[in-house]
């Protein structure tokens, strides 16, 4: 089991930057692909950017492509997400979360078998 905790939410400003944090405990962090979901109010959550145990590999929706880099730490059991140009309408709950390698729909929530609490970010206009 992974214990997960998102950090890095706040208000800014429209076409603003923000990088999220994730602080993994438990099993070894190594072993878990990792992923950021969102969910904005009254909207279905969200694929926002995946990477793979080593790091060689990242997916991101196409919605932040250009503007969001996730990367991690596998030292430190740390997953990021570096968001810039952010929009009003990217305001929503953040998620990290953990997938089995062995669960290949990168993109897909289903995949993922443990979830933060998230943290709220929001982009004024």
């Known amino acids: 089991q992974v214990h997960l905790v998102e950090s890095g939410g706040t208000l800014v400003q429209a076409g603003g930057s923000l990088r999220l944090s994730c602080a993994a405990s438990g099993r070894a962090f190594t072993a878990y692909a990792m992923g950021w979901f969102r969910q904005a109010p009254g909207k279905e959550r969200e694929f926002v950017a995946a990477i793979t145990t080593s790091g060689g590999v990242t997916y991101y929706a196409d919605s932040v492509k250009g503007r969001f880099t996730i990367s991690r730490d596998n030292a430190k059991n740390m997953v990021y997400l570096q968001m810039n140009s952010l929009k009003p309408e990217e305001t929503a709950v953040y998620y990290c979360?953990?997938?089995?390698?062995?669960?290949?729909?990168?993109?897909?929530?289903?995949?993922?078998?443990?979830w933060g609490q998230g943290t709220q970010v929001t982009v004024s206009s």
């Open positions: 979360a953990a997938r089995d390698p062995a669960m290949t729909a990168p993109t897909r929530g289903e995949s993922y078998g443990y």
